[in-house]
Every structure is written in structure tokens, then in C-alpha cells.
């Protein structure tokens, strides 16, 4: 079954649209996805159908300047006006919708890359609401330079905010690629099969090559401000599980780094966390062909033996 749901945005401008997928059996819990920075949902449709059998209900929507909500309101690469915490207020949204359908179920958040930001904002708001959380390909502490700061803010103090800088978004995360050999098409950096890159690049639904408003940008860099340190992790609740995942390779994770940076905090702060890094994969480790089944298999490990352990 396939529910279409939509809902005003906390930006208070624009609908989201979201989809709840339900298997074909009595579930036994629910997966909330969250996608990352210039991408969409759908591009997740081989782990969806993955958790599908294994008997989770999976919700899952498009941010605002995103995917089909993006498309629907005319709004590719602009959040709106409401602050950083706009896309996790949405999905806050989206979950008690999801609640409504289907009450009483463990529910689940996985994120990747600035979805994982997302969920990260999340646990520390409303983290008592979840079963577990699934961060993956998210980044510690990462580097963004004062210049590129001290100019959005510029640009938006000069009423320019919904107007877009490609240059400072270059500035911001061009730098991904230093690893990567060959640059073709600038996207290299989030998986090393061409396909993957081409398909990335080329989807129409996908708002990685299209401008991002100079204010979203500025929320962007506030996000990863508001997630960092023992500061953020003591928001989490101690007793919700996290699984925290990535590629070694990831520019992102700052190469194993920024990921244990994570880990870290949540463990300094009395958090059970796992932590697992696939040796040789860049950013997107769930669309390696040779490795995609092994990590929807680990996060559905995860899932069960949280049941099972904690539930």
C-alpha cells in the first residue's frame, strides 16, 4: 500500500509532499528517511523496498527547495524564511502523520548526509518520540570557512537572500573532491561508479546542480553549527539507540573522522552507539552495487535487535 501525504511546511509557504510505503504483511515497526542536501526520496527506492520485506513501514518526504516539493511550489533551492530547524519541524510533521495512520509501532529515523544532520537536530528535539536513529554518511566538525560566512550574510543583509551565489557554494563544498582523481562532473565525490554519478547528475528530480538561495546556504551552515559537541549530544536522550555509518572515504565523515567525532560525543555522554565504517566507499555506500545489500542488512539488524533488546 502507498499513502501520498501532504502538509504545510513549518516555513508556513510552502506543501510538502511526503509517501508512506506499508508492506504486504503486519509490520512491526516504521522507518522514517530522511534525504540529503540536493536530492530526493525516491533515490532511496532500492533501500525502501529492502526494509519493505524485512516488515517496516517506510515514510519519507521531499524537503522544501526539494525533489517534487520543490517542483510543486516552484521553490527548487529555497527553504524559505522560517530559520535552520525548518526541515526538521517538517519532519516532525511528517511523523505525527505517519502516528495517526499507524499508532503504537517502534518508530525509527534513518538520515543521510544532511539528512542525517536533520535527524541529528531531531533526537536532540524530540529524540524521546523515537525507538532508535540511523545516521549515515554524516558529518563531525566540518570545515567552512569565515569568508564564505561573513559573505551570505552580506548578501542576505542586502535583501539578496533568495537570490543564489554558485561560487559560494563551490567555496563551501568544492573541496570534496581532492580525492577523486579525474572531475567530470563535480558529483565524483559521493560514489566511484560512473553510473551512480551520471544518474545523480541527470535526475530531474534532483536539485544538486541547480542554485541554492544564498539564504538556504546560510541555513545549511547553521545546521551543522547546531548539532556538534557534548553540547548537542546531552540534548539526546541517553537511552535512545544510535547506529552510526559511513564510508571511510567520505569527504563528508572527513575520512572516518568527523564520523567518530560523532560517535564520541554521543559515547561521552553515556549514549549506545555503534559505529561501523566501510573501508574504500565514498558518501553514498547505500548505491554501491557491491555493497548496498550489505548495509540495508545492517541497518535492518539494527532495527530488529533494537526491538528485540530494547522494545
Known amino acids: 500500500m502507498l499513502h501520498e501525504v501532504t502538509f504545510q511546511?513549518?516555513?508556513?509557504?510552502?506543501?510538502?509532499?511526503?509517501?508512506?510505503?506499508?508492506?504486504?504483511?503486519?509490520?512491526?515497526?516504521?522507518?522514517?528517511?530522511?534525504?540529503g542536501f540536493g536530492e530526493h526520496s525516491r533515490r532511496y527506492f532500492h533501500m525502501i523496498v529492502k526494509y519493505l520485506e524485512a516488515g517496516y513501514i517506510v515514510a519519507a518526504d521531499d524537503h522544501v527547495g526539494h525533489g517534487k516539493t520543490a517542483l510543486e511550489n516552484n521553490t527548487w533551492?529555497?527553504?524559505?524564511?522560517?530559520?535552520?530547524?525548518?526541515?526538521t519541524e517538517d519532519e516532525h510533521r511528517l511523523k505525527e502523520l505517519v502516528c495517526e495512520k499507524y499508532p503504537k509501532l517502534p518508530y525509527f529515523m534513518f538520515g543521510h548526509s544532511m539528512g542525517s544532520m536533520i535527524a541529528r537536530d531531531f533526537i536532540a528535539r524530540y529524540g524521546n518520540e523515537l525507538s532508535g536513529v540511523i545516521i549515515c554518511g554524516t558529518p563531525?566538525?566540518?570545515p567552512i570557512g569565515d569568508d564564505v560566512v561573513a559573505e551570505l550574510d552580506r548578501?542576505?543583509?542586502?535583501?539578496?537572500?533568495?537570490?543564489?551565489?554558485?561560487?559560494?557554494?563551490a567555496k563551501l563544498m568544492g573541496w570534496m573532491c581532492e580525492r577523486c582523481g579525474?572531475?567530470?562532473?563535480?558529483?565524483?565525490?559521493?560514489?566511484?561508479?560512473?553510473?551512480?554519478?551520471?544518474?545523480?547528475?541527470?535526475?530531474?528530480?534532483?536539485?544538486?546542480?541547480?542554485?541554492?538561495?544564498?539564504?538556504?546556504?546560510?541555513?545549511?551552515i547553521d545546521m551543522f553549527r547546531q548539532i556538534n559537541g557534548k553540547e548537542w549530544a546531552e540534548k539526546v536522550p541517553a537511552?535512545?539507540?544510535?547506529?552510526?555509518?559511513?564510508?571511510?572515504?567520505?569527504p563528508v565523515g572527513m575520512y572516518g573522522q568527523g564520523v567518530y567525532q560523532v560517535s564520541n560525543w554521543l559515547a561521552e555522554t553515556g549514549h549506545d552507539v555503534r559505529?561501523?565504517?566501510?573501508?574504500?566507499?565514498?558518501?553514498?555506500?547505500?548505491?554501491?552495487?557491491?555493497?548496498?545489500?550489505?548495509?540495508?542488512?545492517?541497518?535492518?539488524?539494527?532495527?530488529?535487535?533494537?526491538?528485540?533488546?530494547?522494545?
Open 9 to 35: 511546511s513549518f516555513n508556513q509557504r510552502d506543501t510538502v509532499y511526503g509517501w508512506i510505503y506499508v508492506p504486504a504483511a503486519k509490520p512491526k515497526g516504521i522507518v522514517q528517511l530522511v534525504h
Open 77 to 87: 533551492g529555497d527553504w524559505g524564511e522560517a530559520g535552520p530547524h525548518t526541515m
Open 140 to 142: 563531525g566538525i566540518f
Open 155 to 169: 548578501l542576505i543583509a542586502d535583501g539578496k537572500g533568495a537570490e543564489s551565489d554558485p561560487m559560494l557554494t
Open 182 to 220: 579525474e572531475i567530470k562532473l563535480g558529483n565524483e565525490w559521493i560514489c566511484d561508479d560512473p553510473y551512480v554519478q551520471k544518474d545523480h547528475a541527470e535526475d530531474p528530480f534532483d536539485a544538486f546542480t541547480k542554485p541554492t538561495a544564498n539564504r538556504a546556504l546560510r541555513d545549511f
Open 239 to 250: 537511552t535512545l539507540p544510535v547506529y552510526n555509518i559511513a564510508g571511510d572515504q567520505d
Open 275 to 311: 559505529t561501523k565504517l566501510y573501508p574504500g566507499y565514498r558518501h553514498e555506500i547505500h548505491n554501491y552495487a557491491d555493497l548496498k545489500e550489505e548495509v540495508c542488512a545492517g541497518v535492518i539488524e539494527f532495527l530488529d535487535g533494537t526491538i528485540r533488546k530494547y522494545l
